[in-house]
């Protein structure tokens, strides 16, 4: 494979998606091999996929963000030389290398992540990296110890209900964060700068990011609250695209607020001795489901969120099949 070639073809197709790229991150994007950061597969790279860097022993899965959304966080970064970048979430060091390669030797890139295994893979990816930084912390709600002040450029890379009080207080005056804001079945892709000392808030779009800490991503059955939350998401989504009736929306609403009445200490259904159909959380699903049974098959979607691929192969290419699905 001819990574130079294959990234080039990339970029051509993100653009003509018309996904907007700056010169800095195409040459950035040249000159980083993204399989320096995995020891997986890259091939779905080059079809605008995410792939992944890093499988734990319970099944957890850390990936490499789809190319369109690496170019759309860094265009919104709007790098320039000398910027100091936060980075929280390692996303295996490919995200941080070009970063470090836009800002130049005179800024820099502190890297945080709440993951012991995940920051170990992105340091020893980064080794020869001397502008970026890479620290292990605690827990992302307790701001790290000895770090600057201020902060202005931070970017979130992965799902977050809401920003840790300490990033949310500490952005310099026109600084900025951006972060997938939301539940773990979909999020919306928040660019926040400081005016006056208040964080003002533009939406970039709906997005699909896994959580910033490995753990939360560990497999296990969905419960009421986690379901509720894509349910919230859903409503939001059919309203935008005009879709859903006041009906559908009033009985969604209503099996959200049921769902969040059950107990927090539920066991999952099939779990406990429990027939699943008998499960209070699939029971309630079961009798709400004839009054917004025209909307299901999207429910079920997003059930597993996805995103599309801009730059997935063209349908007309001769050695490749056109990516009309979605990724993560």
């Known amino acids: 494979m001819n990574y130079k070639s294959e990234m080039k073809d990339l970029l051509k197709r993100l653009e003509k998606g018309g996904i907007p790229i700056t010169n800095a ?26 792939i992944t860097f890093l499988k734990n022993e319970k099944g957890a899965v850390k990936t490499i963000s789809a190319p369109h959304m690496i170019v759309t966080l860094l265009y919104h970064l709007e790098l320039q030389k000398g910027n100091e970048v936060v980075l929280i979430g390692c996303k295996s ?20 992540d709440p993951s012991q295994s995940v920051t170990q ?44 009080e300490w990033v949310n207080t500490r952005i310099s005056e026109a600084g900025f964060v951006i972060a997938p804001l939301g539940g773990s079945n979909g999020q ?31 497999i296990g059955p969905i419960n009421p609250n986690e379901l509720a939350d894509i349910l919230e998401l859903a409503i939001e989504t059919f309203q935008e695209i005009e ?28 779990e406990a001795g429990v027939a699943i159909e008998e499960h209070p959380m699939i029971r309630l699903l079961y009798h709400a489901s004839p009054s917004f049974i025209r909307l299901w098959p999207l429910l079920q979607l997003m059930v597993q969120p996805n995103l599309a691929s801009p730059g997935g192969y063209d349908v007309d290419s001769d050695d490749h099949f056109e990516f009309d699905g979605f990724g993560i």
């Open 243 to 270: 879709m859903i009736t006041e009906e559908e929306q009033k009985s969604i609403t209503d099996l959200i607020i049921d769902l969040r009445n059950l107990p927090d200490d539920l066991p999952p259904p099939g």
């Open 93 to 112: 060091g490919y995200i941080a290398a070009l970063i470090s390669i836009i800002v130049g030797e005179e800024g820099s890139v502190k890297v945080l």
């Open 121 to 164: 893979h992105a340091a020893s990816r980064l080794a020869y990296w001397p502008t970026v930084e890479v620290r292990h912390i605690e827990s992302l709600q307790i701001s790290p110890i000895a770090f600057p002040g201020e902060l202005n450029r931070v970017l979130v890379t992965g799902q977050i209900k809401q920003l840790p």
């Open 188 to 218: 919306k892709l928040m660019k926040m700068e400081c005016q006056n000392g208040e964080l003002l808030p533009t939406d970039l779009g709906h997005v699909s990011f896994g959580p910033v800490d490995i753990s939360d991503a560990e």
């Open 25 to 50: 991150i195409k040459e950035a994007m040249l000159k980083i091999e993204v399989d320096y950061f995995t020891d997986f597969d890259i091939a779905d790279f080059f079809a605008d996929r995410p």
